[in-house]
DNA sequence: CCACCTCGACCAAAATCCAA
DNA sequence: TTGGATTTTGGTCGAGGTGG
């Protein structure tokens, strides 16, 4: 009884989140032969085909999808054991974070985050991109490696998640609009011309659906796809605009905030990363950033 | 035609074996 | 114990099949 080669751990990690053999080699510097040949000593080993040929690509069996959960964790709890014990220096820790949020975070909590930051590690970069889509691939190649998002059905079951905060929905209008006095009512509020927000281009959102159980509904008058087009609408124009009220802080200053006159659930904002840098020492100590500068 | 996967032939390095 | 022969391992190269 020969003992399993567990280097093919790795590969079978890899190839099984790619779904291909050639984008499995060139993350791991290797021909795509080569890593075809390890897939073979893979099938060889398991007993599986694991991925099944399907057109162009290919598929992965139960088997595959069934291992797909577990490879992740192993073979990072492996590297751990082989890394030589690190102790983090903030001080001489360089090092470029790459996190990804939707529009209004950096405005909102980037200048605590980037603070902080600096004054603990200075040789730390943080590099803030746009998240257009709630695809979870980036944080599983690594591209990204800190994420903010509403966890649902869309979020990657592999993901380790962490609630950042709570949010709820507040309107917006500009100061001396005629909601600003008087009891906002939701007929007053489904009155008014409203801007609707939707990256994805929906026409209805919960707002909606909670004012059609009162019978009523509102006049959508535009829709844009972040909520600083919206604010920024709403500073020019007599459109209401309903955004999330601690996402949108800094956004909303000079304008004029009120509750909305209908129950919605409350949101909550998580911080979603890869399980592969769960035990990292300083991804763990950025994430404790981010959640004490969201938690002010 | 292009992108992708697979296979045979071949090769270098490492591991193993074995006689001296 | 050691040095050389042999086997194993894991890679490249190039060709070939397949489907969009």
Not at 91 to 104: D, V
Not at 144 to 163: I, K, N, S
């Amino acid at each position: 009884m020969t003992r399993p080669d567990l280097n093919l751990l790795v590969t079978l990690d890899v190839l099984l989140a790619e779904g291909s053999v050639a984008r499995a080699a060139r993350r791991l510097r290797l021909s795509p032969s080569a890593m075809s040949r390890a897939l073979a000593r893979l099938r060889e080993a398991t007993g599986d085909p694991l991925l099944v040929r399907a057109g162009r690509g290919l598929v992965p069996t139960p088997r595959a999808l069934e291992l797909r959960t577990l490879t992740g964790p192993i073979v990072e709890a492996a590297e751990a054991c082989l890394r030589p014990a690190e102790s983090l220096d903030l001080k001489t820790l360089a090092r470029t974070f790459t996190l990804r949020n939707r529009e209004g975070f950096v405005e909102n909590f980037g200048a605590g985050l980037i603070a902080r930051v600096e004054r603990e590690a200075p040789g730390v970069r943080l590099r803030f991109v746009q998240k257009l889509d709630r695809e979870s691939s980036p944080l599983r190649e690594g591209t990204v490696d800190l994420e903010t998002a509403v966890v649902g059905d869309m979020t990657g079951p592999e993901l380790r998640a962490q609630a950042l905060f709570h949010d709820r929905f507040v309107a917006v209008v500009r100061p001396g609009h005629p909601l600003t006095s008087g009891e906002v009512t939701p007929a007053r509020y489904a009155e008014g011309h409203h801007i609707h927000v939707s990256r994805r281009g929906n026409d209805v959102g919960p707002i909606d659906t909670a004012l059609q159980a009162l019978g009523l509904s509102r006049k959508i008058t535009a829709s844009v796809g972040s909520f600083s087009e919206a604010l920024a609408l709403v500073r020019a124009t007599d459109l209401v605009a309903s955004v999330p009220e601690r996402y949108t802080g800094s956004l909303r200053e000079n304008l004029v905030t009120f509750p909305l006159p209908v129950a919605l659930p409350e949101i909550t904002i998580s911080l979603l990363w890869h399980p592969r840098l769960d035990a990292d020492p300083a991804h763990r100590w950025l994430r404790g950033c981010v959640r004490e500068v969201c938690a002010v």
